[in-house]
């Protein structure tokens, strides 16, 4: 008997193949909420595509003791001063960690703790975020090509994303004078 078998997933060439790749794709009509300045985001074509998510769910959603395994990309771009980013959240089970692994571009990730206190770690290629329970987490592209990372977490960690929609992160990340910086947000 043989038990060596084939890996199950793989990533090549800016793709991951495998068996049940779940494959989600974020335009900015899907964002509205996240984004600060309503007016440049109106002059936007809600068509254009904002960040994609390839991800494997080997064990059912909300199984204790298993992983899940994600790649998301970033597209640049900007709505008025703000980049483009991930809608952001808590997990649904907040202590849930997770990590980040940075592929290619450059980015930030923001973090937020339950008491509403937010700071950001720049994503560069090869840079590895543990990200804490309890903490929501959203990332921005800030460079001016896709930002791509790979993210674990646990199986049973669920998203909940209402939070964020309806509040945001107290800090929002613009671009001033060329460089990006953390601004309190001004709709909390
Ligand atoms: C990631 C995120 C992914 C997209 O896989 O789900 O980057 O961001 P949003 O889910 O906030 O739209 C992760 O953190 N999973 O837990
Ligand atoms: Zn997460």
Request: one cysteine or more; proline letters at 4%; a negative charge.
């Given at each position: 008997m043989?038990n060596?078998?084939?890996?199950?997933?793989?990533?090549?060439?800016?793709l991951?193949?495998?068996?049940?790749i779940?494959?989600?794709?974020?335009?900015l009509?899907?964002?509205?909420?996240?984004f600060?300045?309503?007016?440049?985001f109106?002059?936007?074509?809600?068509?254009?595509?904002?960040?994609?998510?390839?991800?494997?769910?080997?064990?059912?959603?909300?199984?204790?003791?298993g992983?899940?395994?994600g790649?998301?990309?970033?597209?640049?771009g900007?709505?008025?001063q703000?980049?483009?980013?991930t809608?952001?959240?808590?997990h649904?089970?907040?202590?849930?960690?997770?990590?980040?692994?940075?592929?290619?571009?450059?980015?930030?990730?923001?973090l937020?703790?339950?008491?509403?206190?937010?700071?950001?770690?720049?994503?560069?290629?090869?840079?590895?975020?543990?990200?804490?329970?309890?903490?929501?987490?959203?990332t921005?592209?800030?460079?001016?090509?896709?930002?791509?990372f790979?993210?674990?977490?646990?199986?049973?960690?669920?998203?909940?994303?209402g939070?964020?929609?309806?509040?945001?992160?107290?800090?929002?990340?613009?671009?001033?004078?060329?460089?990006?910086?953390?601004?309190?947000?001004?709709?909390?």
């Amino acid at each position: 008997m043989n038990n060596i078998t084939k890996p199950n997933l793989i990533f090549k060439d800016d793709l991951l193949t495998g068996e049940n790749i779940d494959r989600l794709t974020r335009k900015l009509k899907d964002l509205g909420d996240i984004f600060n300045d309503k007016a440049a985001f109106a002059q936007m074509d809600g068509e254009t595509v904002v960040y994609d998510v390839e991800s494997s769910f080997p064990v059912a959603h909300g199984t204790e003791g298993g992983l899940f395994y994600g790649i998301t990309y970033i597209h640049p771009g900007k709505v008025g001063q703000e980049y483009f980013m991930t809608k952001g959240h808590f997990h649904e089970i907040r202590n849930r960690g997770e990590y980040y692994c940075t592929l290619e571009g450059e980015g930030m990730l923001l973090l937020m703790d339950e008491n509403g206190n937010t700071r950001a770690e720049k994503m560069i290629p090869g840079s590895i975020h543990y990200i804490p329970g309890n903490t929501a987490h959203r990332t921005a592209n800030v460079g001016e090509q896709i930002l791509s990372f790979s993210a674990f977490w646990p199986s049973d960690a669920g998203h909940d994303y209402g939070t964020i929609s309806e509040k945001g992160f107290s800090e929002i990340l613009i671009e001033q004078e060329g460089q990006p910086v953390l601004v309190p947000n001004i709709k909390q």
